[in-house]
């Protein structure tokens, strides 16, 4: 059936995470953990496209011994999912897309292993506009090498999906070890990007968060399969709880910037634990909403918050808009693993509803050296908004204030 007749999909809606993917680009690599929904968005746009106009495209894995092991059944669900079943036609190696204007010969979406093809076979896909590499953390670099400078119609793209395992596999290399090629899209997403997430997978997910936090990273959060002395934090816990009344409260924020979260966290200290019970968190927040978002943690317009020096501007303006005992961190050289070194020196128990707190304690680490292995003494700078709001929570304490359950904080020159 023609594309423009009257059968047509329902209008794109892609969850905020992906927005970019919708624009044209030469290379879109998209990474993350389970339940992403990573390989449904590309099946969805890989069929909207199909149906916009005649397309070739491929579908690749480096290993692939049969259609079962493809995406295939995924693009079909897609096709039927937006009611577009009538313009394709399914065969069993392959899937047709509808004829273009004219009656011209429509696209087609084939499925192939890059492991079998050699330097003269390649050039079978030299004409199509689309390649898309699942489980891309399996592409070897020989694989890479041949298919990139394949795909070279004007206007072609190349997309990669994957959850990655090692910093040195060819394609996060090609994308995340350095400066990525011209035209790339790269996008990371984990299961706080999917709004379908599916409540299955949420049991599963908190099973492994609350037992494993090495399985919880890799598998859900899309971090690097590492061994379990890579991971800074192991003091800490997943547990819901009660705030005791009349607890003195300590708040830290962090600020974002277009891609980063601002982040506001409430905690308090009982003895040697470090209860976390509020998390306001939004990427790409807007200074002017930051007073609204504060406002979702009880108590923030009452209380002193230590917020990151690096945006003075952003502290004026919540000091003059209902923040008036926010001030900035100290900071200085070192005050990063000095900070860490405290939090170290507690059983933190984080409340569930502070969930990306929850996820950044699961991935943060220590940098691994991706030639031999070695844990270095240097922190991976990443994955660690809220827990530098942590950190700035806790300034007072470790320089050399104490907790006390008065209103004063004894040594650290700070009142409530």
Request: hydrophobic share 35%.
């Amino acid at each position: 059936m023609p594309a423009d007749g009257p059968v047509q999909p329902p209008p794109l809606k892609l969850a905020r995470a992906f927005g970019r993917l919708a624009k044209p680009s030469r290379y879109k690599a998209l990474h993350g953990g389970r339940g992403s929904g990573k390989s449904h968005v590309f099946a969805e746009l890989l069929v909207r496209r199909c149906f916009a106009a005649p397309t070739r495209a491929v579908c690749i894995r480096e290993v692939q011994r049969s259609l079962d092991q493809s995406v295939k059944r995924l693009i079909e669900d897609k096709i039927q999912a937006l009611g577009l079943g009538a313009a394709f036609t399914v065969q069993a190696d392959r899937i047709l897309g509808p004829p273009g204007p004219g009656g011209a010969r429509g696209g087609r979406i084939i499925f192939q292993g890059m492991q079998n093809h050699t330097a003269e076979s390649i050039k079978s896909l030299e004409g199509y506009d689309i390649a898309w590499v699942e489980e891309a953390q399996s592409l070897s670099r020989r694989s890479l090498e041949l298919l990139r400078p394949t795909i070279r119609r004007p206007g072609s793209e190349l997309w990669f999906s994957w959850n990655p395992t090692r910093p040195e596999d060819p394609v996060d290399q090609l994308f995340r070890q350095g400066k990525p090629p011209p035209g790339t899209t790269l996008i990371e997403a984990n299961w706080t990007a999917n709004p379908h997430f599916p409540k299955v997978l949420k049991a599963e997910m908190e099973w492994d968060r609350d037992r494993d936090p090495d399985k919880y990273s890799h598998v859900w959060l899309g971090g690097y399969r590492r061994a379990s002395e890579a991971r800074v934090f192991r003091n800490w816990k997943v547990e819901a709880f009660e705030t005791p009344p009349g607890s003195r409260f300590l708040f830290g924020a962090d600020w974002g910037f277009a891609r980063d979260p601002t982040v506001l966290l409430r905690c308090f200290l009982a003895g040697r634990t470090l209860h976390v019970d509020h998390e306001a968190y939004r990427i790409g927040c807007e200074i002017d909403r930051t007073p609204a978002l504060f406002d979702a943690v009880p108590g923030a317009r009452d209380w002193t918050i230590i917020a990151d020096s690096a945006r003075p501007e952003t502290i004026s303006y919540l000091q003059r808009h209902g923040f008036p005992r926010l001030r900035a961190a100290a900071k200085g050289a070192g005050s990063v693993k000095e900070g860490v070194e405290f939090l170290l020196s507690h059983d933190i128990v984080v409340h569930p509803r502070c969930r990306h707190l929850v996820d950044e304690l699961a991935l943060y680490s220590w940098r691994t050296d991706p030639r031999s292995g070695e844990i270095l003494p240097e922190l991976e700078d990443r994955e660690n908004h809220a827990i530098d709001a942590l950190r700035y929570a806790l300034e007072g304490q470790r320089n050399g204030g104490t907790y006390d359950t008065s209103l004063d904080w004894v040594g650290s020159g700070l009142r409530r």
